[in-house]
């Protein structure tokens, strides 16, 4: 879970080879949802059923 653009968090993890070590990345979205870091932590906790 990043604070960062969803899009820039899996190109962090894929730049330094390690994006296959987690299974679920999340971050913002480029459409405005989730901006907030407590919506990226709802969304986690809800798509894993937490």
Same mark, same amino acid.
């Given at each position: ?5 969803? !899009? &820039?968090?899996? $190109?962090?993890?894929?730049? &330094? ?6 299974? &679920? !990345? ?8 989730? &901006? $907030? $870091?407590?919506?990226? !932590? !709802? ?5 894993? $059923?937490?």
């Amino acid at each position: 879970m990043r604070n960062n653009w969803n !899009i &820039f968090a899996e $190109k962090i993890l894929e730049h &330094f080879d390690i994006s296959d070590d987690f299974d &679920f !990345i999340v971050g913002r979205d480029l459409d405005g949802t989730r &901006f $907030k $870091k407590n919506e990226v !932590i !709802i969304h986690v906790l809800e798509e894993n $059923k937490i």
